[in-house]
């Protein structure tokens, strides 16, 4: 079940704050964010698993509600180098069954 | 440590063909997953592997399948290519692909089927 990124864009002026949001019908293990730069390969930015562990880059802040099965990525201060495309992966099974399923996508835009 | 590396970058086949993309993982990752990107759905799961088995499977037709060797490098091989098979190919390799392992993600094979 893929899961819903909300909005699907935003556009922002630089030093404006944003809020990408994730959802899923399912019950989940854990929720993985990466950021995509046109051209590029994904890159990794934050791990969200069940029970509130986190790992990630100390820039990035994101937010994990298992009782609603919901992941909000809040970036501050945005810069321009934030421009991209952010997916969450979400993923139900935990330990070996290791399957992320990924969101359509939100594209950001950052302007001077 | 060098990152990823998928090989070829661009490949342009017709319909019916067959072709093999292939992924050198990270040193030391033992789990490789595949992904189909179009602008239409995005990343799509196609399977991920572990120690040369097979561990989990996305909902693809069995025109896609892959492998793996014993250093983990992996292939993935299309046949009957239709046309809808053009997309940007990712692999991505974890350390033991478990839910608090990060993917580093490779630069992707762009395939064109005519």
């Known amino acids: 079940q893929q899961p819903v990124q909300s909005p699907q864009a935003v556009i922002l002026r630089e030093g404006e704050d944003a809020v990408i949001n994730c959802s899923s019908s399912k019950a989940l293990y854990s929720v993985h964010w990466y950021r995509q730069k046109h051209g590029e390969a994904p890159v990794f930015l934050m791990i969200l698993l069940k029970g509130g562990e986190q790992k990630g880059h100390d820039k990035i802040s994101a937010s994990f509600n298992e009782k609603k099965q919901q992941s909000s990525l809040y970036l501050t201060a945005s810069q321009l180098s934030y421009s991209g495309t952010y997916f969450c992966g979400t993923e139900m099974g935990g330990g070996s069954n290791y399957k992320l399923t990924f969101g359509k996508g939100t594209l950001l835009t950052v302007n001077p | ?114």
């Open chain 2, 1 to 114: 440590k060098a990152g990823v590396t998928q090989t070829p970058r661009y490949l342009i086949k017709t319909r019916g063909q067959q072709v093999t993309l292939s992924c050198s993982p990270i040193s030391g990752h033992r789990s490789v997953s595949w992904y189909q990107q179009t602008p239409g759905q995005g990343l799509q799961f196609l399977f991920e592997y572990f120690s040369e088995t097979q561990r989990n499977k996305g909902n693809f037709p069995g025109r896609f399948s892959g492998r793996q060797f014993s250093n983990s490098r992996s292939e993935m091989n299309v046949s009957t290519l239709e046309l809808g098979d053009s997309a940007l190919y990712l692999c991505a390799s974890s350390l033991v692909g478990e839910a608090h392992n990060e993917q580093f993600f490779g630069p992707g094979t762009r395939l064109t089927v005519l």
